[in-house]
């Protein structure tokens, strides 16, 4: 059963500390999107990645939020340092160039106090 | 950029009737429109989506039409259930984005007994 995942699910921190979301993108799939989910602004892309090179992180807060793919299997989104108005859930999702489909993960609900 | 509004964005339904969302976008040339369903606590699922050399596609008691000269599309629920009950996002790809997806902002369906 291919599917995104992502760790960790839950993630409550203080604020000034640095937080990591991981996604494993379904195999083979060679785009890789990250996005913020609030009440207030909906589904916001951050970042997106094609043959792990970022194509668009326009989205993204550039002076804290910082997002790579190390490897085929592994993408990462950091916050350094994080602030209470980081808090939201994250989605990674993936697919395959041309395709248009993305798939979800199950998200990382982050609360930054 | 491309701009998807969808409406409305909660919609009340007794068990068996019908419900209908419709969306529009902005960017003539975008060529794929796809219908997530996010569950609380879960990330958004692909249920369908349709292309734009297509006028109409079903599967089983969803479906979603495209008007392109109005640039607007829908989604069909015939025979609601009470697991039907979700929120409901429209997307499109525009163009000169890869395989962005630009985002409605949501439709809150609750299926009453």
């Known amino acids: 059963d291919a599917r995104v995942t992502q760790t960790p699910r839950h993630k409550v921190t203080e604020m000034g500390q640095e937080v990591t979301m991981r996604c494993q993108p379904i195999?083979?799939?060679?785009?890789v999107f990250w996005y913020r989910q609030t009440m207030m602004q909906g589904l916001e892309l951050l970042a997106y990645?094609?043959?792990?090179?970022?194509?668009?992180d326009s989205g993204m807060p550039k002076d804290r939020f910082s997002a790579e793919m190390p490897d085929a299997t592994l993408a990462t989104l950091k916050i350094q340092p994080s602030e209470p108005r980081d808090s939201a859930v994250y989605f990674c999702?993936?697919?395959?160039?041309?395709?248009?489909?993305?798939?979800f993960g199950p998200g990382t609900r982050l609360t930054v106090l | 950029g491309e701009n998807v509004e969808q409406h409305p964005s909660t919609l009340s339904v007794q068990e068996g009737d019908s419900a209908v969302i419709k969306c529009t976008y902005s960017?003539?040339?975008?060529?794929?429109f796809p219908w997530y369903k996010q569950e609380l606590g879960k990330g958004p699922q692909l249920i369908i989506d349709?292309?734009?050399?297509?006028g109409e596609k079903k599967d089983q008691r969803i479906a979603v039409t495209l008007n392109k000269t109005a640039k607007h599309f829908s989604l069909h629920i015939t025979e609601t259930q009470p697991e039907d009950s979700a929120v409901y996002f429209c997307?499109?790809?525009?163009?000169?984005?890869?395989?962005?997806?630009?985002f409605g902002t949501g439709t809150q369906l609750k299926v009453e007994l």
């Open positions: 195999l083979g799939h060679n785009t």
């Open positions: 349709i292309r734009s050399n297509v």
């Open positions: 999702a993936s697919g395959l160039v041309g395709r248009g489909e993305q798939f």
């Open positions: 997307a499109a790809r525009g163009t000169g984005g890869g395989n962005k997806l630009t």
């Open positions: 960017d003539s040339a975008s060529n794929y």
């Open positions: 990645f094609r043959n792990r090179a970022p194509l668009d």
